[in-house]
């Protein structure tokens, strides 16, 4: 069972920061992508950042320049760096893990998600 733990969110006013946190626990072969989404009410959910185990990210065009997202391998952490907030920038924000679990002998990659955090940017 793989375990996914947001911290950070919170309400803020625009032009403000915020970090978000993700841990993953449980039993963890190792990590490939690791992300942030995020719904607003009444809206789809929608990518905000990937970034891939050997580090390359990418970025929705909305967010570019603005969130910075990374990641620490050895503590299975993934962070988003969100600064120059805007109202828009508002939602419920889910951690996303492709996890690599199983056996030895046979092992298989699991999509896994966090509980979501909320984010409020007020203007």
């Known amino acids: 069972q793989v375990q996914l733990v947001e911290s950070g969110g919170g309400l803020v006013q625009a032009g403000e920061s915020l970090r978000l946190s993700c841990a993953a626990s449980g039993n963890i072969f190792s990590i490939n992508d690791m992300g942030w989404y995020r719904q607003a009410p009444g809206k789809q959910r929608e990518l905000v950042a990937t970034?891939?185990?050997?580090?390359?990210?990418n970025y929705a065009d909305s967010v570019k320049g603005r969130f910075t997202i990374s990641r620490d391998n050895a503590k299975n952490t993934v962070f988003l760096q969100m600064s120059s907030l805007k109202p828009e920038d508002t939602a419920v924000y889910y951690c996303?893990?492709?996890?690599?679990?199983?056996?030895?002998?046979?092992?298989?990659?699991?999509?896994?998600w966090g509980q979501g955090t909320q984010v409020t940017v007020s203007s």
């Open positions: 996303n893990a492709k996890v690599e679990v199983g056996t030895i002998v046979l092992r298989y990659e699991q999509n896994c």
């Open positions: 970034i891939a185990r050997a580090g390359t990210t």
